[in-house]
Nanobody
Framework: QVQLVESGGGLVQAGDSLRLSCAAS????????MGWFRQAPEKEREFVAS????????YYADSVKGRFTISRDNAKNTVYLQMNALKPEDTAVYYC?????????????????WGQGTPVTVSS
């Protein structure tokens, strides 16, 4: 498995931007699809965005499409989530995930390795 460590979360105001980072170690990063999921208080974890190992295919939840951008730097073993025009409903713990399932890039089942999460709070 690959080890994942997220960073970049914090407290921002509605309309602000944040960039989350996820550093990977332990296995060949470029072999993995990477994803971001989030879990809001008292809600189930949900898909946010993913990027295929080969690039540049990306996938987004409808709720973040046009506002969030996922990208990866294989030379740095890092995946990013640029979040713009943040809304209070984006408040959640954001998790980075890695997986190797070619077909499943928008469900937890497609990802075997998970980070500990980084909290994002958006105030109105």
């Amino acid at each position: 498995q690959v080890q994942l460590v997220e960073s970049g979360g914090g407290l921002v105001q509605a309309g602000d931007s944040l960039r989350l980072s996820c550093a990977a170690s332990g296995r060949t990063f470029s072999n993995y699809n990477m994803g971001w999921f989030r879990q809001a208080p008292e809600k189930e974890r949900e898909f946010v965005a993913s990027i295929r190992w080969s690039g540049p295919e990306t996938y987004y939840a409808d709720s973040v499409k046009g506002r969030f951008t996922i990208s990866r730097d294989n030379a740095k073993n890092t995946v990013y989530l640029q979040m713009n025009a943040l809304k209070p409903e984006d408040t959640a713990v954001y998790y980075c995930a890695a997986g190797s399932n070619w077909y499943i890039l928008s469900r937890e089942a497609g990802f075997a390795s998970w980070g500990q999460g980084t909290p994002v709070t958006v105030s109105s």
